[in-house]
């Protein structure tokens, strides 16, 4: 066959390059689109799992005494927050305050169960945040739902850092809690919340939780969804960058990491990437052999961990929850620290080390404080199915959600005749 009559049957060069082109230019255009325009649905996702944006559980429901409060952000935003105030014969003005910053999709119902750690085997005040929500109306919903409860608003990361603060200044100004020591936890996106929060207000909070959090959005984005890689550092909008705001702390801004080992969402090494960013010298890295990105929360000795936080970070006197600490690993995780160069104060405890680590061995035996508190693992998952919220429920960007938002994203492009 002649070249010229093989050339009738292949595309020219041009017409090959204008097709790859196109195909090229909708393909950017549609990861773009959804990128940009859609992002906060991707990053906060509103429909997981599956009734979380109508039914949002009450402290009722967990047997505490919960009271369910109305904030209004400066933007004017309205947003709720549950208030549960220490009980059993504590008098919540003496007893510390902890301002819990939920994980991603779900709601503030579905941590709960952590909450009721705190207030039935701490004693302390716990004021849960619900952020702000999402009105969404389209084919893959029944009607006007929200995301986050029943606060109102639009997700972002903008509105968030407002919702946090007004829920931080509502402590701050309520005569029974305003001179409780005050604790941010964090969990994934919450710990970013928290590690904001923190650096805006070091004097007027006495620590820092954070578990499995990231090191930033743009750092994390590409490896949870790798086709919007091209687009991060043009179009991402929502940043969150946790790695700056925690360089900022005061060298004795008492911080505790708590990291999964086994996180298959945010990469352990985010978490130490911020542990070597943190300016403080007061922190303390506590890892989880078998803790995944969703059960870290239920794994041995966690809650003992942030009970020996607390207690050594509060100047009440009568706030002791053990006398002991629990047992500790001997043999260190096989990932080193980013941070192993850097150095280490006596009260710091860097990641890899052995005393960094928790295993399933016992408590001490000598602490029945501590016994009671790890006696809640189970009653935890227990309370977790029954939340229907905390398995599944720290995703920070769900296929089905993904999968949604670029169904939107080309019939935009289609409606826009690109």
């Not at 029974?176 to 070091?202: D, M, R, W």
């Not at 990437?273 to 969703?294: I, M, Q």
């Not at 047992?327 to 006596?346: G, M, N, Y």
């Not at 994203?409 to 289609?414: F, G, I, M, T, V």
């Amino acid at each position: 066959m002649s070249t010229s009559v093989l050339g009738s049957y292949l595309p020219s060069l041009r017409t090959l390059f204008k097709w790859i082109a196109s195909t090229l230019a909708v393909s950017l255009a549609t990861g773009g689109t959804a990128l940009y325009l859609l992002q906060t649905r991707l990053i906060y996702p509103a429909n997981l799992p599956a009734g979380s944006r109508t039914n949002v559980p009450k402290p009722e429901d967990f047997g505490m005494p919960g009271e369910e409060i109305d904030l209004v952000s400066p933007d004017g935003v309205k947003i709720k927050a549950y208030v549960i105030r220490a009980g059993q014969g504590y008098e919540p003005s003496a007893r510390p305050t902890v301002l819990l910053l939920h994980a991603n999709a779900g709601n503030v119902g579905h941590r709960l169960p952590i909450a009721k750690v705190f207030w039935s085997k701490m004693g302390c005040n716990v004021v849960a945040l619900s952020y702000r929500g999402r009105v969404l109306q389209g084919h893959y919903t029944d009607g006007p739902t929200r995301s986050y409860g029943r606060s109102e608003g639009s997700p972002n990361e903008k509105g968030i850092k407002l919702d946090a603060q007004t829920a931080l200044d509502y402590v701050l100004s309520n005569s029974e809690l305003e001179k409780t020591p005050i604790f941010l936890y964090g969990q994934s996106i919450g710990g970013a919340v928290a590690i904001h929060l923190a650096s805006q207000n070091a004097q007027r909070v006495c620590g820092l939780i954070i578990e499995n959090t990231f090191l930033s959005l743009p750092q994390l984005v590409p490896r949870i969804l790798p086709f919007l890689a091209p687009f991060v550092p043009f179009l991402l909008h929502q940043i969150w960058p946790s790695d700056q705001a925690i360089s900022t702390l005061p060298a004795e801004f008492p911080v505790l990491f708590l990291a999964g080992s086994r996180d298959e969402l945010v990469e352990p090494s985010q978490m130490k990437g911020l542990w070597a960013r943190c300016s403080s010298k007061v922190k303390e890295w506590r890892e989880f052999p078998h803790g995944t990105h969703n059960d870290t929360c239920v794994q041995p000795h966690y809650f003992a961990h942030v009970a020996t936080f607390i207690s050594q970070h509060t100047d009440l006197a009568d706030v002791n929850f053990s006398q002991h600490a629990p047992s500790q690993q001997t043999d260190p995780p096989a990932a080193q620290a980013a941070a192993a160069s850097e150095p280490v104060s006596a009260h710091s405890t860097a990641p890899g080390s052995p005393s960094a680590s928790s295993s399933s061995a016992a408590s001490d035996g000598g602490s029945s404080s501590f016994e009671f508190i790890e006696a809640s693992t189970e009653e935890l998952r227990q309370q977790q199915e029954e939340a229907d919220g905390l398995v599944g429920a720290g995703s920070l960007g769900p296929k089905e959600e993904a999968r949604e938002v670029l169904h939107e994203a080309k019939s935009e492009l289609r409606r826009q005749k690109l």
